[in-house]
Every structure is written in C-alpha cells, then in structure tokens.
C-alpha cells in the first residue's frame, strides 16, 4: 500500500512505497554544466577510491557522459522516459506519472528496468558526438547552438525518495537519518538487483564477484569529517559544490546551495519527473535548446538559463558564489559576498574560502616599442 508524500520538485504529493520522512539535514551537491571539461578526473578520482576491487572493474559510480548521445549504462535516460507516460507541466506542477505511480498499477514499487551487460560495456559511449550537422563553412553565432553536445556529470543523487530503497525486497537499503546519504547494506543485500532496476538513474551497480550491489557512498567518511567528496573536490573545471540544501520552504540566503537552487533558481534537478527528488542539481548548460533542456531538468530551466546568461555578469552575490566552487576542500556551509571578495565558511563558522570575484588584467600594448615587439596575446 503506497503513502502519500510532498515532493516540492514536481509541485505536488505523490506516492511512494513509505511514509515521506526527511533527514536532519541533506546531503547535495551542484554541478555546473557549462564548466564541465569531460577531464575525467573525478570519475578516477572515485575509481581509486572506492572501486578498483574484483567485481569492480566496469563500475563509474562517478561518470560523466556527452548529452544528447552518451549514457553509463547505454541510453538510460531514454528507456526511463520512455516508459513513463507522457505528461507534461502546468504552473510548476508535474501533470504526469512518476515511476512509483507507474508502478502501482502493476502492483510493484518503482517503474523500471535493468540494462543488459552489454550496456555497461561502453562508458564513454558518444563522446564529443555532436548533434545536428556541422556544414561547411558554417559559423555559429548567438544562443542557442543549432548544434550542440555538452557533458552531464553524474554520482548518485541521493534522493529524498529513493527508487533503489523502494524496491528492494530485502530493506537492505537505507537514508542516513543524519545526513541523508543512502547506502546499501552489504550484510543484508543478497544481489536480487532490484535496486538498480528501481533507480531510474541507473546508479546502484551489481559486483558479480561477491554477488552483491554496490553503490556512491557519498565519500561519507569524508563528509563526517567536514570534507567534500572526492569527485567534488578533484574536480578540475571547478564546476562542484557540495553542501546541505533545506526543504524550499525553509531556504536559507547564507547557504550556498539553498541560494543557488530555491532563491535564485539557477540550479535544477536531474529529470524531476521521475519522482524521486534528486539532491544533486545542475545549472543547465547555455547553449543547447530549451526543449531537450526542458525535458532533462523541468520547467525552470528557460529561467534558469537567462539568470545565467543575465544577471551572472552584474549580479556581485552570484558571481561571487560561482567563482567559490572548487576553492576549498571543505564543505562551505555559508557564504556571504562583501566588496568584490567572496567567503565560505565551514560549519563551524569557520573561514575557509577567501575569493576575490574579479581577477586583475593587465592589457599590454600590441606593439611593445622597448623590445620593438609586436604581441599577439596582449591580456
Ligand atoms: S573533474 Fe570536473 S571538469 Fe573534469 S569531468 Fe569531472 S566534473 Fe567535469
Ligand atoms: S540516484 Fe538511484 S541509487 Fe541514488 S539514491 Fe536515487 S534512486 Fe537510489
Ligand atoms: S561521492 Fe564519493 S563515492 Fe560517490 S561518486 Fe563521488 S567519489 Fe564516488
């Protein structure tokens, strides 16, 4: 017998195996898609910590794959929104079936399906593929691109309604009351694989050596320490965040991730249709059209978008927050912006990110009269 829960993503209650019980507080974390390199290096970055053990050779609990064309395991978001009727929104409010009301009409728990072996097969599949036609001589200009890929990043969500927890037929997995992280029991799972059918997100994986699924433990003894993920904190590109996000209603100015998500909107869920309310979020990227950005993040994704593109340039808080990312090992759990320099502070209140929001340029001259030079790159 389903239960009744809110879940504030799709703008209404939904059903779900049990009753809706919110953590003390939330694991989650935001990603920046427009500066995403596709390096790799916080899908090594997890690899050698957590899965380079027999059983774990095919498995990227972090990866990241080219949209539209790239998917670990082959194409999931596809299969999953395929079998979802269609809906559509109405004033911020999902009109259609999330995978738990899918599954209630065939008595299960979560709509969904498990991929082939062959579909792990290929990590990177559609790499750099591109969509649409480059012709010749063809100059792009203005947003969006008529063509266009960009890179998804993805680590287990850690949803406030997990598909993988609903469907399991051994309770052997669990929502950490204190910080949100779900995690499998591997004492209690006994490798049914349900849980990687019922996560539409395809992120429990199966260790055929020890004949039990696996899953992104969010880094949590990093976390109890006060210290991002791996993935989060190798990042490269900068493009991470992790933090602790309030229900909308409870939002917080000073929280980074309350700003980014419910104040300023600029970061949304990863397919929010499914239902399961996803704690990882993503600014969406720029350049691609609203409507394929609109079916993978929801209907603020055109507002999110122009906040970008607009107000990110003027806008002191904004920009200072986004020059934040990657700037400390710790979780920032407040920030404020004063005098063009940003602050992070740490749970404790303590200082540990200092970053200024513009950087100095100094612009030479093009002919350099001392050294009778000329330059080509004059900033
Ligand atoms: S490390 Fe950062 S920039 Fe590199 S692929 Fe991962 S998310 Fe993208
Ligand atoms: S992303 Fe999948 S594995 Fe992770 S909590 Fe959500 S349903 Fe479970
Ligand atoms: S949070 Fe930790 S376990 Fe999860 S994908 Fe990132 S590095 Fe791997």
Redesign the pocket.
Known sequence: MMKEVYNWQIGRRMKYPYEGKRPKRQFAAV?DTN?????????VACKTTWTSGRGQEYMYWNN?ETKPYGGYPQAWDFRVLEMLPAGGWKDGVYTGKTIFEKAEEQKKKAEGYLPALEEWSYPNIGEDEIYGTVEQGMHIEGLPHPVWFF?L?RICNHCTYPGCLASCPRQAIYKRPEDGVVLIDQARCNGYKECIAGCPYKKPMFNATTGRSEKCVACYPKMEQGIQTQCIE????K??IQGWISPPEKAEEDNPIDYLVHIRKLALPLYPQFGTEPNVYYIPPIHVPAPFLRQMFGPGVEEAVRTYRESVPDDPVLKGLLVMFGSSPEIISRFRVKADVAYGYNGKGKLVARVPTTEPAVVRKHYDSRLDVYRIDIT
């Not at 500066?35 to 899908?43: D, G, P, R, V």
């Not at 190798?234 to 590109?237: R, S």
């Open positions: 990603f500066k995403c390199i596709a390096c790799q290096t916080c899908s990241v890179y990043a190798q990042c490269i590109g493009i991470r």
